[in-house]
């Protein structure tokens, strides 16, 4: 029995550290953002002898939307000579090919699409397939759903022509804010995500995340590190990883923001985190050990490397943490009253957070401006539970299932919501 | 009890106060749409200028005014509280006593031809003028737009933009805050001041060539990058510290220094260049790509650049320095620059905080 109670002892410790460790983290971030020197070294660069870039568009069943990021394309500010938009259509059932095909005839020039039939499906399989003949210098990515401003793609390319810069990320900002409940939640999330973690850490020269959309990588940078990884489940954390490892950097462009949609409903954003979970741990098992040892990388991009590949694995901690609590108090340790202990905990998350959490998404309704949306950062709570339950839960299969019992892990996609118009109703368009 | 009760009121208090405007938002909706994320004044250096063009425009077109028409009696509301003055062709505009004794001209200032205007007077709105304009010393301007070649004296001041369709020229020690734009080639004076500039060619004044004298290199001397730098791609190695180039050399690589990078003389770089800490290009170096340092970068005299200049510190451009060509412009951006008089680029000059054009020793 001591054995056991000792055991769960220092769980719930460990526990507490880690998240401590976390809680500072976020709150370093949030303080940089609001007091710190802002980083954006490459934001002024206007005039160029710009490179040969592809804009890849992979598209499966997309529609509802593909129309409308290949028209918002066609009208971006790039020199036409240099740019090509390689739209991907990876065996749609639906009507994809067929709006592509149209749009293609359209604009002979700039659009060059692609049709998969065979091969490994999913975005990293195209990826992968694409840049394997790709004449580009640089590579950018677009999900379907996303409606890119004109100026986007050179703000995008602009950080490569430093030669250090392996990829560069943009900021992702949800389109279909108003549906419901479920959506301005997410806007409060991303905008916490992207405007003060993802800021943060290009400030304090940390480690910026390339997230698949609305950026892109250099061709010779890709093909350096061995290419996509068709076998990840988010390949592009695994890319970013490998990069640095490598020793490219990633950069965060905070001023390149392009619209998306997010999930209207509970089940596909509980998918949607369930994915993501298990293609970021996926890339932690593969990646932690090479960023500890990586002697080349700077003593904080390897602490900061290291919790970012950890930051999925910290919802089934805090929850191992709460069981360990109520274990304890059941077996007559526990120092304070269990319900206080809740209360505590729910009020510290609820002040502090966890995740891209609370403080970081007032700070960052702060810097967007968005005064009077913060008010809903209390109900963040609903989502910040039904997160730490959802990404538990793929833990615990991904570990159970997946790994142990050899099952392949496989792409899904997110639904569509897009009905009427072409998207162009956004304030940017 | 009692005091349990009332632990656990408050505390349910304080836990749900917080809810309250949370539901009433969610209720109310008043905050759904989704962020505006329009960057075209950012983008755009001639944004406000063509804004107010376009302003001009329309007010010509509602007025009903003919521009060939003599003034006045033109005046009234450019913008609601925002008097203007139509000038038409008239060259020498001629203030009422009150406003020269002031030395204000409080209006949106609209000339069709050429404008001629003293020196020391302080003009509060904007001045439209569809052919050259020529201000004496000693002006302040809140934006000027014109329809040609602009010309400011010395010591003027300009607070938000300007622009020309023609050629721009600033006058020593002036303070432009904001933008200049030209749809042709802007000259600065010694000693001017500058935030954001864009034109085809940007020359800085100088009264005689700069000599350099560094002898371009020699095709056959071509730099081998020590196998101790780590190769990142095929073309692009980094250096884990500081490095030295050397001079006259063919440097065929990208190369990234996580210290100081120092490059000779004559070298001739075919790609880009990246330090963390100090970029040093030498004399009558030509490189081909970008120099980037999140320290200050030095372009020593006579060197030339392709690619973009990033600093997140400064740029001290010399004498004789050619960045960018009027076929393929490019940007230099930094929160200082430090331009010498005889140095020319083509593109966009950004310093953040200040950009100074560095006056030249007397002999």
């Known amino acids: 029995m001591d054995l056991l109670i000792t055991g769960l002892e220092v769980t719930l410790w460990i526990n507490v550290a880690l998240i401590l460790v976390y809680m500072v983290r976020h709150v370093v971030f ?223 462009e905070n001023r390149c923001e392009c619209y998306e949609e997010v999930p209207e409903v509970w089940q596909e954003r509980n998918r949607q985190i369930m994915r993501w979970a298990k293609g970021h741990n996926q890339a932690a098992w593969r990646y932690a050990r090479a960023v500890m040892m990586a002697g080349h990388l700077s003593p904080r991009e390897r602490v900061d490397g290291l919790l970012l590949l950890g930051v999925y694995l910290l919802a089934p901690l805090m929850v191992l943490g709460f069981v360990a609590a109520l274990a304890l108090h059941m077996l007559g340790e526990s120092l304070v009253p269990v319900s206080l202990s809740v209360l505590v905990a729910m009020v510290t998350f609820s002040a502090i957070g966890n995740y891209a959490a609370f403080f970081e998404i007032a700070a960052a309704m702060h810097l967007d401006d968005s005064r009077r949306r913060l008010r809903l950062l209390p109900l963040n709570f609903i989502n910040f539970l039904s997160s730490v339950l959802n990404v538990s839960r793929a833990f615990v299969t991904a570990l159970l299932f997946d790994r142990l019992a050899g099952r392949t892990l496989h792409w899904e996609k997110t639904s569509r919501y897009r009905r009427n118009g072409n998207g162009q109703d956004t304030p940017a368009a | 009890m009692i005091w349990h009760l009332l632990f656990w009121t408050v505390a349910a208090c304080v836990w749900l106060a917080p809810f309250l405007p949370a539901l009433r938002e969610w209720r109310f909706r008043t905050d759904v749409g989704p962020l505006r994320v329009s960057r075209a004044q950012d983008v755009n250096i001639r944004h406000f200028a063509h804004s107010f063009f376009d302003q001009v425009s329309a007010f010509f077109d509602t007025r009903g005014i003919d521009t ?71 002006s302040t301007f809140r934006a000027v737009y014109a329809g040609t070649d602009l010309v400011l004296g010395a010591r003027c001041v300009v607070a938000r933009w300007l622009h020309s369709q023609g050629h721009v020229h600033i006058g020593p020690d002036c303070r432009i805050f ?80 996580q210290g100081s990078l120092d490059i000779g003389d004559g070298a001739r770089v075919t790609r880009a260049v990246k330090a963390y800490e100090r970029l040093v290009i030498g004399r009558g170096c030509s490189v081909q790509g970008a120099l980037v340092c999140a320290g200050p970068i030095v372009i020593a005299a006579g060197a030339e650049i392709a690619g973009p200049v990033v600093s997140e510190t400064s740029v001290d451009i010399a004498a004789g320095v050619t960045i960018g060509t009027p076929a393929a412009p490019t940007t230099v951006t930094a929160p200082d620059i430090r331009i010498a008089a005889g140095s020319q680029c083509s593109g966009t000059l950004w310093a953040r905080r200040q950009g100074r054009v560095a006056v030249a020793e007397r002999k």
């Open chain 1, 30 to 252: 949030t303080l940089n953002r609001l007091f710190g020197t802002q980083r954006h070294p490459y934001l002024d660069i206007d005039v160029a002898a710009w490179p040969q870039v592809a804009v890849v568009v992979p598209c499966h069943n997309e529609e509802a939307v593909v129309e409308h990021v290949l028209d918002a394309l066609a009208e971006v500010d790039y020199p036409a000579d240099r740019l090509r938009v390689i739209p991907v259509d990876d065996r749609s059932a639906d009507r994809t090919w067929e709006l592509i095909s149209r749009h293609a005839a359209r604009h002979p020039t700039l659009i060059h699409p692609l049709r998969r039939v065979g091969g490994m499906p999913g975005k990293a399989a195209v990826l992968k397939e694409v840049t394997e003949t790709l004449d580009a210098e640089i590579l950018i990515v677009f999900d379907a759903d996303y409606l890119p401003g004109r100026g986007l793609i050179k703000q995008l390319v602009a950080p490569f022509f430093d030669a250090e810069v392996g990829a560069v990320m943009g900021r992702v900002v949800p389109q279909n804010v108003g549906t419901n409940l479920l959506t301005r939640l997410l806007d409060l999330e991303r905008a916490g995500g992207y405007q003060v973690d993802q800021q943060a850490r290009m400030n304090l020269r940390l480690v910026p995340q390339y997230g698949g959309s609305v950026g892109g990588a250099r061709v010779s940078a890709i093909r350096a590190v061995g290419g996509w990884r068709e076998t990840a489940l988010a390949e592009d954390t695994d890319l970013t990883y490998r990069l640095l490892l490598h020793g490219f950097k990633t950069v965060y």
């Open chain 2, 178 to 257: 904001g933008r200049i734009s030209s749809g042709s080639s802007i000259t600065l004076g010694e000693g001017t001041r500058f935030e954001r500039l864009n034109a085809t060619l940007i020359r800085t004044a100088a009264d005689e060539a700069p000599a350099i004298g560094v002898a371009p290199a020699p095709p056959d001397t071509v730099w081998s990058p020590p196998e101790s730098l780590r190769q990142l791609d095929a073309t692009t190695v980094l250096a884990a510290t500081s490095l030295q180039l050397p001079g006259a050399h063919t440097i065929g690589v990208a190369v990234v220094c």
């Open chain 2, 68 to 138: 060939r028409a003599p003034p006045p009696p033109y005046n009234g509301e450019f913008r609601p509280g925002e008097e203007f003055a139509f000038l038409g062709a008239v060259t020498r505009p001629h203030w009422p006593a009150a406003l020269r004794r002031s030395r204000r001209v409080p209006y949106v200032v609209i000339a069709t031809g050429d404008l001629l205007l003293e020196g020391g007077m302080i003009y509060q709105q904007e001045i439209y003028c569809g052919g050259q304009l020529y201000a004496g010393a000693d």
